[in-house]
C-alpha cells in the first residue's frame, strides 16, 4: 500500500459528494491537500472540489490515467464499477473500497485481471499511517 500511494497521482473517487459533512468529500480534500489529481466521479453533480465531475468511469478522458479508483459506494454497487475500470486502458494501478465496503467477487475478478483491490480500509486513514508528514 506504501508503495501505491506513493506511485500514485491520480485518483478517481466514485461517489464524491459536494457535501463537505460527507466522509467521501473529507477524503477527497486530503488527497488533493497531499497533492493528487482527484477525479470526482458522481453522475448528479458538475463540478466537486473545483474539479469537473464526470457522470461514470468511462466518461473520464481517456488522457486522464487514473491510478487508484476510490469507491464510496454500497458494496453491492460495486460489481458495475469494477467491471468499467477494468474496461479503461491503462487499467488503474489498483481500486481501493472504501471503510465499510466489501465485494470479494469483483475484487477476484480485478485481482484475476491484475488489478489488486483494497477493501474496507479509508484510504486517508492508510495514508496518514503509512506516509506521515
Not at 467521501?24 to 463540478?47: F, M, Q
Not at 470479494?104 to 499511517?129: K, S
Request: glycine share 4%; hydrophobic share 40%.
Amino acid at each position: 500500500m506504501r508503495d501505491l500511494l506513493r506511485q500514485a497521482r491520480t485518483i478517481a473517487v466514485v461517489g464524491l459528494s459536494d457535501k463537505p459533512d460527507r466522509d467521501s468529500n473529507e477524503v477527497g480534500r486530503y488527497l488533493k491537500e497531499r497533492g493528487y489529481r482527484v477525479v470526482p466521479v458522481n453522475p448528479a453533480l458538475r463540478e466537486v472540489l473545483g474539479e469537473p465531475s464526470y457522470p461514470s468511469l468511462s466518461e473520464i478522458p481517456a488522457d486522464v490515467v487514473v491510478d487508484i479508483v476510490d469507491v464510496f459506494r454500497k458494496s453491492e454497487a460495486v460489481p458495475p464499477i469494477v467491471e468499467e475500470a477494468l474496461r479503461r486502458r491503462p487499467r488503474p494501478r489498483a481500486i481501493w473500497l472504501q471503510l465499510g465496503v466489501r465485494h470479494p467477487e469483483a475484487a477476484r475478478q480485478a485481482e484475476a485481471a491484475g488489478v489488486p483491490v483494497v477493501q474496507d480500509l479509508c484510504i486517508m486513514q492508510q495514508h496518514r499511517r503509512l506516509l506521515p508528514p
